[in-house]
């Protein structure tokens, strides 16, 4: 049974910074690409960042580049989003996912390509 379970979020000032962190158990996880999603009250699930499953490639949205980061240590089945010079409108619930794919290379920015999902965990920044 996979699992995919994300900590870390809370209630942050404007400007500050959190680590989210992704457990996941069940699949081999270095066979698996990983990204990070959130969703705001009464808006869609958006992208956020992704890393392949050798962590050689990365992929960030827009709202994000520059602020967060994605790392991933396939030893210990984890992968992390580090959260700095956070904003308001960065409050959201955030999600975890996995998604296979044979191309090493290719980074899945859209939610229906994941395969598994975590549960979420609530980031909130305070203005």
């Known amino acids: 049974q996979v699992q995919l379970v994300e900590s870390g979020g809370g209630l942050v000032q404007a400007g500050g910074s959190l680590r989210l962190s992704c457990a996941a158990s069940?699949?081999?996880?270095?066979?698996?690409?990983m990204g990070w999603f959130r969703q705001a009250p009464g808006k869609e699930r958006e992208f956020v960042a992704a890393?392949?499953?050798?962590?050689?490639?990365?992929y960030y949205a827009d709202s994000v580049k520059g602020r967060f980061t994605i790392s991933r240590d396939n030893a210990k089945n984890t992968v992390y989003l580090q959260m700095n010079s956070l904003k308001p409108e960065d409050t959201a619930v955030y999600y975890c996912?996995?998604?296979?794919?044979?191309?090493?290379?290719?980074?899945?920015?859209?939610?229906?390509?994941?395969?598994?999902w975590g549960q979420g965990t609530q980031v909130t920044v305070s203005s």
């Open positions: 996912a996995a998604h296979y794919d044979s191309r090493s290379y290719y980074i899945p920015r859209h939610s229906y390509e994941y395969n598994y």
């Open positions: 069940g699949l081999t996880f270095s066979s698996w690409h």
């Open positions: 890393r392949t499953r050798s962590g050689g490639n990365t």
